[in-house]
DNA sequence: GGAAATCAATCAGTGCACTGATTGATTTCC
DNA sequence: GGAAATCAATCAGTGCACTGATTGATTTCC
């Protein structure tokens, strides 16, 4: 009957931080440009050539939604596809000039943005913070495929 | 041109955790009933009698939202909207038995999860993530609306 | 070497999240 | 008391996120 305090339920802080980062983004850093886009400007800086479905393992993005965030930064011409000649099924990515310049630019702000963002914690909470929401997300992510050992055992 | 750690990135952080749990929710949860529509009957248990606008504020859901997932709350015949004699703007809602069911079935449901989503940290931790996460996401919610004093100036 | 299994990408369907504009009711304020 | 301002709800449009099914290419394995 009673109803519950959602300020200790995770999952719903989880939201929360997620709107409200999703509010200073949209102020300090691009309304045109998402976080998600991004991160998958970033990746592909860091791994020139990689194919669709790695792009989405390396920034956490499942199959479908990979598909959508990479074709509206092709429609914006900030990245290339080109069908692996070596394996038919694959595109290989590349950023385009524009692409380069736009992940340049948004990096200064984006960092801006993270000092603001974090601004309310001390430098050792700071830290703390990320590291806390890490072990958390990678131990739920971990879930998800059972580990090697259990897959095993079938 | 160099890339950037997103393992630094709050916002990144924010969005992988919220995955983790949604993944974890649909698991160990519901995979009917997602976390915002807990978050609204719970608020409409807690108050019953509230208006959408209201109920939205207070699950930190903005106004599309909100009539999206009390709309789909409806259907499943879980709450009643009754427009409201004193203000014809306003639709009062209230909880349906079947809704006070689905609430308290759930209740018991979210507790657990959330001890399994926070297990890899110890007990200070825990206490620790909620705090510095609300934290956080204050103060960014606070960056929306200008405090008083600002706006008293113009 | 060719059928079976695997795999990358796409499609259909559902749900959350936000902004800007509109509609219709109420409140404010001369 | 009636025009102007405010306000709740809705609508249109865009983008992220997930699941289950399909398509077409490649790899595996007898």
Do not use: C, Y
């Not at 991160?39 to 990979?66: F, H, K, W, Y």
């Not at 692996?84 to 990096?107: A, S, W, Y």
């Not at 958390?136 to 079938?154: C, F, I, K, T, Y």
């Amino acid at each position: 009957m009673a109803a519950v305090d959602l300020s200790t339920h995770p999952g719903h802080l989880a939201r929360r931080l997620q709107q409200a980062h999703h509010l200073l983004w949209n102020t300090m850093v691009s309304e045109e440009i998402t976080s998600p886009q991004f991160a998958v400007l970033n990746a592909l800086v860091a791994e020139p050539g990689l194919d669709q479905r790695t792009v989405g393992e390396r920034v956490g993005l499942d199959r479908s939604t990979i598909a959508e965030v990479i074709s509206r930064l092709g429609r914006r011409a900030l990245l290339d596809k080109v069908r692996d000649p070596q394996d038919g099924r694959r595109f290989l990515l590349r950023l385009t000039d524009d692409g380069l310049r736009v992940h340049r630019k948004l990096t200064v702000r984006t960092a801006r943005m993270n000092q603001v963002f974090l601004a309310p914690l001390s430098a050792e909470e700071q830290d703390l913070f990320l590291d806390l929401v890490q072990r958390v997300s990678d131990a739920a992510e971990g879930l998800r495929n059972p580990p090697e050992p259990l897959r095993a055992q079938r």
